[in-house]
């Protein structure tokens, strides 16, 4: 079975402090996609990254990046230099690469104060 | 161009009544999928259709669910005789093909309340 855990429910960090995200994943599959996804207060998804199984570099985009490590089933993301605007729900997510079926975390709510 | 659209945006409706949620994907993908979010939770996968057919029902809940996608398109999720329980808000999300090395493109999800 397919699972992904975010065990940090609620983080609060003041403006500018780095803060990271933790997610960990189960799955049979050799061949899998990761992702994560913001839901602002707004409601409606948006889409932030995709990883596939077969490529462990880590990525940086602007103030995010992405650790990526199949050794510890993890797939972490890193806000630098937070800002309030980055206030939200992370969601990480999982998918087997022949359905695209999402299996979602319980997310993690970030609130990020001036 | 236009996102992925959903209607109605809020839905209330008394327990045992029947409703019908739409949604209106991105042009040109073929892969489109329904989740339910509870307050607090993650979405839950429902259903996913590649065409016209569903590929994988099986995160519906019980056969009081059904959903329908007859053009390759628009696609309709039905709920009868709806339970409170049933109160959530319902995403959709569509792609470019099924396959899981494309992204999902969300709406913005109808909410809805059985009283």
């Known amino acids: 079975a397919q699972k992904v855990t975010q065990a940090q429910t609620e983080i609060s960090v003041v403006e500018k402090e780095d803060v990271t995200l933790d997610c960990v994943y189960e799955t049979r599959d050799t061949t899998y996609y990761l992702f994560w996804y913001k839901q602002p207060p707004s409601g409606e998804l948006v889409f932030l990254i995709r990883r596939n199984s077969f490529d462990e570099q880590n990525e940086i985009s602007g103030r995010y990046s992405w650790n990526f490590q199949k050794s510890t089933s993890s797939f972490n993301f890193t806000i630098t230099a937070s800002q309030v605007v980055d206030s939200a729900v992370y969601f990480c997510a999982l998918s087997a690469s022949n359905t695209g079926k999402l299996i979602f975390g319980q997310g993690t709510t970030l609130q990020v104060k001036p | 161009g236009a996102g992925v659209s959903q209607t109605p945006s809020n839905k209330v409706t008394e327990k045992g009544k029947y409703v019908e949620l739409r949604c209106d994907p991105i042009?040109?993908?073929?892969?489109l999928y329904w989740y339910r979010q509870s307050l607090g939770q993650g979405p839950e996968f429902l259903i996913y259709?590649?065409?016209?057919?569903?590929?994988?029902d099986s995160g519906l809940p019980n056969d009081r669910f059904f959903a329908v996608r007859p053009e390759g398109s628009v696609s309709t999720l039905k709920i009868q005789r709806t339970e409170r329980g049933d109160s959530a808000v319902y995403l959709c999300?569509?792609?470019?093909?099924?396959?899981?090395?494309?992204?999902?493109?969300f709406g913005p999800g109808t909410r809805l309340t059985v009283t």
């Open positions: 259709f590649q065409g016209t057919g569903a590929a994988d």
């Open positions: 042009s040109g993908h073929t892969a």
């Open positions: 999300a569509s792609s470019v093909n099924p396959s899981g090395s494309h992204e999902q493109y």
